[in-house]
């Protein structure tokens, strides 16, 4: 099945600074989505974005689906943005609707 | 946006017995919904993918038998864990996919076996 590796896996920032976290697959996809899971365990979706680039506030996202990676752009960090990322995807060959879910990048945000 | 709840949002069982969790769109319909399981800062791991009216299609390595999924509308899926052990103790997740293909996911269950 496709692989989706994220890095890094874990990041610590200091409030205020900037950062760019990495997803990349190993086959064509029709559906990528990154989540931010907060402490309580809720996904929260942040893009849906299987190609293209799309912003929203101080979060942005890049996919170059021909060379399969996937970017997540995060400026002037809070500590409210800590918790876990998640990139995921949906292989174009298989027929399979579900997603496939990278390992994560933990990001602390200190104050 | 799109929300997804998921009912209980924890729950403490005995070995032995069943526990039903249940997932709802709340404010759209959804002809697939998927049930997956993390641990502990692990990664999510597909369980089954539900289809309404017809049945699920479980993941290799997941009992059937074990984890009963029913889609019986375009609004609800539930899981229920039958003959619960404490190695079934994990956080339940669900997701429903949308008309545009984009998946939102529950807030999750906390299921503890003792």
């Known amino acids: 099945g496709i692989q989706v590796e994220q890095s890094p896996p874990d990041l610590i920032l200091q409030e205020g600074a900037n950062s760019t976290l990495r997803c990349n697959f190993s086959?064509?996809?029709?559906?990528l989505q990154w989540f931010h899971q907060n402490p309580w365990g809720q996904l929260i979706n942040l893009f849906y974005?299987?190609?293209g680039t799309k912003q929203n506030g101080r979060l942005s996202a890049t996919t170059v689906a021909t060379e399969r990676y996937s970017l997540l752009y995060i400026s002037s960090s809070q500590t409210t943005d800590s918790g876990v990322y998640f990139c995921?995807?949906?292989?174009?060959?298989?027929?399979?609707?579900?997603?496939?879910f990278g390992s994560g990048t933990r990001l602390q945000v200190q104050p | 946006g799109a929300v997804v709840s998921q009912h209980p949002s924890w729950v403490i069982c005995k070995s032995g017995t069943s526990v039903k969790i249940e997932c709802r769109s709340l404010?759209?319909?959804?002809?697939?919904m998927f049930w997956y399981r993390q641990f502990p800062k692990q990664s999510l791991m597909l369980m089954a993918t539900?289809?309404?009216?017809?049945?699920?299609?479980?993941e290799q390595g997941v009992e059937k038998d074990k984890f009963l999924i029913n889609h019986a509308s375009l609004t609800l899926s539930t899981l229920t864990v039958t003959s619960a052990h404490p190695e079934d103790s994990s956080f339940y997740i669900c997701?429903?996919?949308?008309?545009?293909?984009?998946?939102?996911f529950g807030p999750g269950t906390r299921l503890t076996v003792t």
């Open positions: 539900s289809n309404e009216g017809s049945k699920a299609t479980y």
């Open positions: 997701s429903a996919e949308s008309s545009s293909y984009e998946q939102y």
């Open positions: 974005i299987p190609s």
């Open positions: 995921a995807v949906r292989a174009v060959d298989t027929g399979r609707r579900a997603l496939t």
């Open positions: 086959d064509s996809v029709n559906n």
């Open positions: 404010d759209f319909q959804a002809t697939t």
